[in-house]
């Protein structure tokens, strides 16, 4: 389904104008009939002017029909007897067909910010009736859909949690409204199913051995420390989806990441026993390198001659006390060295 803009019915105002002539017209006729065959007597002319009076006075409402106002970045898309005629872009006051119908399969389906897609009642109030009276024109604003947290499998079967806010707008209303169903479900439905093929090609942390680029060489992508790169692969593959529906994906962020409930304690744990094997080994290299340090001091000032056994005594006892975790505890030796 192609676009077409209906850029020749900005004219709203003058149709408004003789509509409301017409229809003061058809009542003066009324009148005027009236009193002349009160007077007069009946004739034709009072006949013709009385019937098509009547028959304008009765009817006359249904250009009103045809009056449409439109603000800053709405569009509305007209339909006639199930023909599409075109498309009403941008602010104005315009005068269409009476018959002609606006269009919006997705009137009554509202995107939270939670990302739910939700259907007003079958028996809706006053106040919805309003909302979906607004709803059949379709906004071109720029919006942003904050799907709900989806629990998904990464490239080592670990399950996350995650969450992405999509910023988007319709860019052909045509394809919006024919093509597709309801665009605003079809957006929600294809940002699920494109997050989850992104993520599983992802681990959630660095992990050796894997390729989520697909060059077969291993790098160090991850959701938890690529999230530019994932963000923008999943922009890539919701806008190759959604084309076919006029809308256009300006953005997507990841908005939430963690490990699921049922495995997040065990993952904290390796992260800290990580985290302490780390600092283990800081330390370790750091009391090695002060060791061999305070041993070339005292060779080179000759403070102290230390035979091969002494030596060894004084690298484990330095070694203890700068890789302990608890404060050494002096011991004086008052005898003799040897």
Same mark, same amino acid.
């Given at each position: 389904?192609?676009?077409?803009?209906?850029?020749?019915?900005?004219?709203?105002?003058?149709?408004?104008?003789?509509?409301?002539?017409?229809?003061?017209?058809?009542?003066?006729?009324?009148?005027?009939?009236?009193?002349?065959?009160?007077?007069?007597?009946?004739?034709?002319?009072?006949?013709?002017?009385?019937?098509?009076?009547?028959?304008?006075? +009765? +009817?006359?409402?249904? !250009?009103?029909?045809?009056?449409?106002?439109?603000?800053?970045?709405?569009?509305?898309?007209?339909?006639?007897? @199930?023909?599409?005629?075109?498309?009403?872009? @941008? *602010?104005?006051?315009?005068?269409?067909?009476?018959?002609?119908?606006?269009?919006? !399969?997705?009137?009554?389906?509202?995107?939270?910010?939670?990302?739910?897609?939700? *259907?007003?009642?079958?028996?809706?109030?006053?106040?919805?009736? %309003?909302?979906?009276? #607004?709803?059949?024109?379709?906004?071109?604003?720029?919006?942003?859909?904050?799907?709900?947290?989806?629990?998904?499998? =990464?490239?080592?079967?670990?399950? #996350?949690?995650?969450?992405?806010?999509?910023?988007?707008?319709?860019?052909?209303?045509?394809?919006?409204?024919?093509?597709?169903?309801?665009?605003?479900?079809?957006?929600?439905?294809?940002? =699920?199913?494109?997050?989850?093929?992104?993520?599983?090609?992802?681990?959630? =942390?660095?992990?050796?051995?894997?390729? &989520? &680029? @697909?060059?077969?060489?291993?790098?160090?992508?991850?959701?938890?420390?690529?999230?530019?790169?994932?963000?923008?692969?999943?922009? =890539?593959?919701?806008?190759?989806?959604?084309?076919?529906?006029?809308?256009?994906?300006?953005?997507?962020?990841?908005?939430?990441?963690?490990?699921?409930?049922?495995?997040?304690?065990?993952?904290?744990?390796? %992260? %800290?026993?990580?985290?302490?094997?780390?600092?283990?080994?800081?330390? #370790?290299? @750091?009391?090695?390198?002060? #060791?061999?340090?305070?041993?070339?001091?005292?060779? *080179?000032?000759?403070?102290?001659?230390?035979? *091969?056994?002494?030596?060894?005594?004084? +690298?484990?006892?330095?070694? +203890?006390?700068?890789?302990?975790?608890?404060?050494?505890?002096?011991?004086?030796?008052?005898?003799?060295?040897?």
């Amino acid at each position: 389904m192609k676009e077409k803009i209906l850029n020749n019915k900005k004219n709203g105002l003058p149709a408004l104008i003789i509509i409301i002539l017409l229809y003061l017209a058809g009542i003066a006729a009324i009148v005027w009939a009236a009193c002349s065959l009160e007077f007069n007597g009946a004739n034709v002319l009072n006949v013709i002017a009385l019937v098509f009076g009547i028959i304008w006075v +009765v +009817v006359g409402w249904i !250009p009103f029909t045809g009056l449409k106002v439109l603000q800053p970045q709405e569009a509305l898309v007209l339909t006639l007897f @199930g023909e599409y005629i075109g498309t009403l872009k @941008g *602010e104005g006051f315009y005068f269409v067909n009476p018959f002609c119908v606006g269009v919006n !399969p997705a009137a009554r389906t509202r995107l939270n910010q939670s990302g739910d897609v939700t *259907e007003l009642a079958q028996n809706p109030s006053k106040n919805d009736i %309003q909302i979906e009276m #607004v709803s059949k024109k379709l906004s071109l604003k720029v919006m942003t859909l904050n799907n709900n947290r989806q629990k998904i499998n =990464d490239c080592l079967g670990n399950p #996350v949690e995650i969450s992405i806010a999509v910023t988007w707008r319709i860019v052909d209303t045509a394809k919006a409204v024919f093509d597709v169903d309801n665009y605003k479900a079809f957006l929600s439905l294809q940002c =699920d199913s494109s997050l989850r093929n992104i993520v599983r090609i992802y681990p959630y =942390d660095v992990a050796p051995n894997v390729d &989520t &680029t @697909g060059d077969g060489i291993a790098d160090d992508g991850s959701l938890r420390g690529s999230s530019e790169i994932v963000a923008a692969r999943i922009k =890539d593959e919701i806008q190759s989806k959604v084309s076919q529906a006029g809308l256009e994906i300006l953005d997507a962020r990841i908005t939430y990441l963690a490990y699921a409930p049922e495995i997040a304690a065990a993952m904290l744990q390796r %992260q %800290q026993a990580s985290a302490v094997i780390d600092a283990r080994k800081m330390i #370790v290299d @750091g009391a090695v390198g002060m #060791v061999e340090m305070a041993l070339e001091r005292l060779g *080179e000032n000759q403070v102290v001659t230390l035979d *091969e056994e002494r030596k060894a005594a004084m +690298v484990s006892n330095l070694l +203890v006390v700068l890789c302990g975790n608890r404060d050494a505890q002096p011991i004086v030796n008052s005898g003799s060295l040897y």
